[in-house]
T-cell receptor, first 115, second 116 residues
Framework: DVKVTQSSRYLVKRTGEKVFLECVQD?????MFWYRQDPGLGLRLIYF???????EKGDIPEGYSVSREKKERFSLILESASTNQTSMYLC??????????????FGEGSWLTVV | AQTVTQSQPEMSVQEAETVTLSCTYD???????LFWYKQPPSRQMILVIR??????QNATENRFSVNFQKAAKSFSLKISDSQLGDAAMYFC?????????????FGTGTLLAVQP
């Protein structure tokens, strides 16, 4: 089974702290994604990466950065956490798409509360 | 830009009954994929069903089927013989065909309750 593991399920951080959310996948997927999930807004794409050291902004990248030094690991970084970044963060991964439309696999999510 | 709209924030169904969740989308592309994902309280997002836009036949997976109306840009999910385990948040999602990545665009979700 494909496994996408998010290292922290629940975090509480203080305003201004630097926060790292880690995600590891074990299927040698090229693509990795970070989404943010908020009630009434669905899932919104923050950043994605299609290869090691490659990254592209999603729809809401402000206040976030990412790092992909190894193929299996994709980190989301909040340089200076703010209360409006309190949310559920979902990591996902997939192979590069082919004509069959590859499935995207999700982690269990990380609940971040910024106080 | 593509958008996905789910107009039903919450739905309820009796166990063993049938329920239909609505989804509309907007795109100028002719080739794309549509998905329904299920997110139970455990939060693990699970793929329920997938539809390729170039296929006229509606996708079916056991008790789950879709009604794909390409001209109307509508993609509804029908759950037959509803079970308590079907209670979850359901997300409709869109992805362009091809390209270097396959990022999904999600709707806002429909919370489905199943009444015993």
């Amino acid at each position: 089974d494909v496994k996408v593991t998010q290292s922290s399920r629940y975090l509480v951080k203080r305003t201004g702290e630097k926060v790292f959310l880690e995600c590891v996948q074990d299927m040698d997927h090229e693509n990795m994604f970070w989404y943010r999930q908020d009630p009434g807004l669905g899932l919104r794409l923050i950043y994605f990466s299609y290869d090691v050291k490659m990254k592209e902004k999603g729809d809401i990248p402000e206040g976030y950065s990412v790092s992909r030094e190894k193929k299996e690991r994709f980190s989301l970084i909040l340089e200076s956490a703010s209360t409006n970044q309190t949310s559920m963060y979902l990591c996902a991964s997939s192979f590069s798409p082919d004509s069959s439309g590859n499935t995207i696999y999700f982690g269990e999510g990380s609940w971040l509360t910024v106080v | 830009a593509q958008t996905v709209t789910q107009s039903q924030p919450e739905m309820s169904v009796q166990e063993a009954e049938t329920v239909t969740l609505s989804c509309t989308y907007d795109t100028s592309e002719s080739d794309y994929y549509l998905f329904w994902y299920k997110q139970p309280p455990s939060r693990q997002m699970i793929l329920v069903i997938r539809q390729e836009a170039y296929k006229q036949q509606n996708a079916t997976e056991n008790r789950f089927s879709v009604n794909f109306q390409k001209a109307a840009k509508s993609f509804s999910l029908k759950i037959s013989d509803s079970q308590l385990g079907d209670a979850a948040m359901y997300f409709c999602a869109y992805r362009n065909y091809g390209g270097a990545t396959n990022k999904l665009i999600f709707g806002t979700g429909t919370l489905l309750a199943v009444q015993p």
